[in-house]
Structure formats: structure tokens, C-alpha cells
């Protein structure tokens, strides 16, 4: 499957972004999804994973109550609806799909080449 990340962008601390991942190639209700993100020089880290189905969802601390994904399965898409952001969001934020939608990385065999996020402050 391959994924296609956009949304991404410059916006004002305390802002909001809606970031979309569309999958081509196969149906994206075949897989369970996740969002990653990568600050500037630091490692990966994983934000939220959703089953296929769109009804189990699992957080990282730092996105409880911030950011909520969701899914479109007819349309293909992914997303991530991101509020109340500050300097430390900022980053290449990544989409994948696999086997589970946790934050083990083994377990995504397809990403998306990433979109930017700047929070301005």
C-alpha cells in the first residue's frame, strides 16, 4: 500500500492542523494505522494507533486530549486532527499502516514519506 501524508505546515502556538495520510494500492481498511512523528534531531516517536475498523484507539501521553485520529475507510484516508500546539510539536509527522496499532515500529511495513509541522511560538 502506498501512503500519502499531507496537512502539514507553519501555525502559531496554541493553533491547530488536521493532518491526512490517503492510501493507494490496496483498501486501507486492511490494515490497523498509526502516526509517528520525528522532532528535529531527535528519534521517532509514536503519537496514536487506530484499528482497521476505527473503533479502538491508543495514545501517546504527550497526544492524550490533544491530538484524535480517526479514518475514513471508503474514502482511504487517515487522519489526525491536532489542537493546542506548541514549539515541541514540530516535526516530520509520518503515517503507517501493519499489523497493530501500537508503538512498535516492526509491526508497520508501509509509511508515508512525511509531512512538515512547524509550530511557531
Known amino acids: 500500500v502506498h501512503l500519502v501524508e499531507s496537512g502539514g505546515g507553519v501555525v502559531q502556538a496554541g493553533g491547530s492542523l488536521k493532518l491526512s495520510c490517503v492510501a493507494s494500492?490496496?483498501?486501507?481498511?486492511?490494515?490497523?494505522m498509526a502516526w509517528f512523528r520525528r522532532p528535529p534531531g531527535k528519534e521517532r516517536e509514536w503519537i496514536a494507533g487506530?484499528?482497521?475498523?476505527?473503533?479502538?484507539?491508543e495514545y501517546a501521553d504527550f497526544a492524550e486530549g490533544r491530538f484524535t485520529i480517526s479514518r475514513d475507510n471508503p474514502q482511504n484516508t487517515l487522519y489526525l486532527q491536532m489542537t493546542d500546539l506548541n514549539a515541541e510539536d514540530s516535526g516530520t509527522y509520518y503515517c503507517?499502516?501493519?499489523?497493530?496499532?501500537?508503538?512498535?515500529?516492526?509491526?508497520?511495513?508501509?509509511w508515508g514519506q512525511g509531512t512538515q509541522v512547524l509550530v511557531s511560538s
Open positions: 494500492g490496496q483498501l486501507l481498511s486492511a490494515y490497523h
Open positions: 487506530i484499528n482497521w475498523k476505527g473503533v479502538l484507539y
Open positions: 503507517a499502516a501493519g499489523s497493530t496499532y501500537n508503538s512498535d515500529e516492526s509491526g508497520y511495513p508501509f
